[in-house]
């Protein structure tokens, strides 16, 4: 049983357009809220994360809203570029989980056209 | 400063056979992760450690056996190795609890 999930599988978007992924998760004791990006034949790197004592988070082209009560948050990407181009991670965590441990969602392949 | 690094990149084994992934790290981390990806369901944490000659499970664990012998070294083995075990492994660490994890470049799998 996937706790946290996430769509869609992939997207296609031109440039300039926005992309966005939605994730929604079960487990009310989750407060952080991450997003990995990965590009090909890479690990996944930390691109932005929340906690829920805030709605939106916004980081240059990258914003994180978070709705608590729909048990859901998501990514937009503005002016999306091709280098943009890549797989993207939700995660979640308890703070208070010994091992720091994060539920990932299934990822979410985006192209960005030229 | 390399960051986490994995050995090997790629390998090839047969049913049956054993190996063991070496993750490495040079950022004085505390917390050392392994996980699995395999398509359309993310990453899925096998075992983990909090600290030197601690080991935990994840979420994953069956087939797999880890090490934390030294702080800056985390060891995943497979014992007899079997085509489910094909996918990507990536090893992660992070300084503590409530820190961002760091991952290295993956080692990709196949179990023949």
């Known amino acids: 049983q996937q706790q946290v999930k996430q769509s869609p599988q992939s997207l296609i978007v031109q440039k300039g357009g926005i992309s966005i992924i939605n994730c929604a998760y079960e487990?009310?004791?989750?407060?952080?809220f991450p997003w990995y990006q990965q590009f090909p034949g890479k690990g996944p790197a930390l691109l932005i994360a929340?906690?829920?004592?805030?709605s939106e988070k916004k980081e240059g082209r990258f914003t994180i809203s978070f709705n608590k009560s729909a048990k859901q948050f998501s990514l937009h990407i503005m002016d999306s570029q091709p280098g943009d181009s890549a797989t993207y991670f939700c995660?979640?965590?308890?703070?208070?989980?010994?091992?720091?441990?994060?539920?990932f969602g299934g990822g979410t392949r985006l192209m960005v056209k030229p | 400063n390399a960051g986490v690094t994995q050995t090997p990149k790629f390998r090839v084994l047969k049913t049956g056979q054993s190996m063991t992934l070496l993750c490495a790290q040079d950022?004085?981390?505390?917390?050392m992760y392994w996980y699995r990806q395999d398509p359309g369901m993310g990453l899925r944490l096998i075992h983990y450690s909090v600290g030197e000659g601690t080991t935990a499970k994840g979420e994953v664990p069956d087939g797999y056996n880890v090490s934390r012998l030294k702080k800056q070294n985390f060891l995943l083995g497979l014992e007899s190795a079997a085509p489910s075990q094909t996918s990507v492994y990536f090893c992660?660490?992070?300084?503590?609890?409530?820190?961002?994890?760091?991952f290295g470049p993956g080692t990709r799998l196949t179990v023949l």
């Open positions: 929340i906690r829920p004592d805030v």
């Open positions: 950022m004085n981390h505390e917390y």
């Open positions: 992660a660490s992070s300084y503590s609890r409530g820190w961002e994890q760091f």
């Open positions: 487990n009310t004791a989750f407060d952080y």
């Open positions: 995660a979640a965590s308890e703070n208070d989980n010994a091992g720091n441990m994060l539920t």
